[in-house]
């Protein structure tokens, strides 16, 4: 019998007398869950047992209440579909992008890249050939908005370079759900357009509102 349960029990009557429906009391008070379940009782509402139903009806409210938060608690979590993880946020693009923007680093240097290009490549530590397209660069560091595995981009005929394995130094994004960070923080987080849905770590690196910048990028999560 949980606390709860107890609780009402003590409350009640005490009568086992069956006017409820149930055999005896403490069969009533488990299935008691809201202000007029309690009406099965006759003998609440007399006088005698006023401040019992006071507090009978209290203990149902709040028991409705828990259920309530815990639902929405519930409905902001962020878990990994591939690896089950707890995150603690979800990462968007930013407004008007197709995808979160990534900072990425591949590892033949010899490459040559240009802004516009479209990038296949893996990265380090995933299993899945992404495809992307570079909207800025700097020394041996690529800004890229992911565009594809191929279908997502529409079409069989168009050109990309090779840049084989890459390093993903860092992701840009806004907070969709879960809590905001705060600068400096390490943490789990889901890239809204990981294939597999997996949570990554890395560490915020500046935060303005739910805009996020996050280095250190790591698919190996503690
Ligand atoms: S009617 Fe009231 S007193 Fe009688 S068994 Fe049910 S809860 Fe107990």
Redesign the pocket.
């Known amino acids: 019998m949980s606390e709860t349960v107890e609780k009402i029990l003590s409350l ?9 429906g ?4 403490k069969d ?2 488990a299935q008691i869950t809201d202000e007029a379940s309690l009406m ?5 509402e007399r006088e005698i047992f006023r401040k019992n139903l006071e507090q009978l009806k209290e203990i149902v409210g709040k028991e409705k209440i828990d259920e309530k938060e815990e639902e929405e608690e519930k409905e902001k979590e962020v878990i990994g579909i591939i690896d089950g993880l707890k995150a603690d946020f979800s990462l968007g693009p930013l407004q008007e992008e197709c995808s979160c923007r990534e900072d990425i680093h591949p590892l033949d240097g010899s490459l040559e890249i240009k802004i516009g290009d479209i990038l296949r490549y893996r990265p380090l530590g995933c299993p899945i050939t992404h495809f992307a397209k570079v909207i800025d660069k700097s020394p041996g560091i690529f800004t890229v908005h992911i565009v594809g595995p191929l279908h997502r981009l529409g079409k069989n005929d168009f050109s990309f370079k090779d840049a084989g394995l890459c390093m993903i130094l860092a992701f840009e994004g806004v907070v969709v759900k879960g809590k905001i960070p705060s600068v400096c923080q390490t943490v789990k987080f889901l890239p809204e357009h990981c294939m597999m849905q997996k949570v990554h770590s890395g560490i915020v690196v500046s935060a303005e509102g739910r805009r996020l910048r996050i280095e250190a990028i790591d698919l190996k999560v503690w």
Do not use: D, T, V
Not at 12 to 20: Q, V, W
Not at 22 to 25: G, S
């Open positions: 009640l009557p005490g009568y086992n007398c069956g006017s409820c149930f055999r005896q009391c009533f008070a099965r009782c006759p003998f609440l």
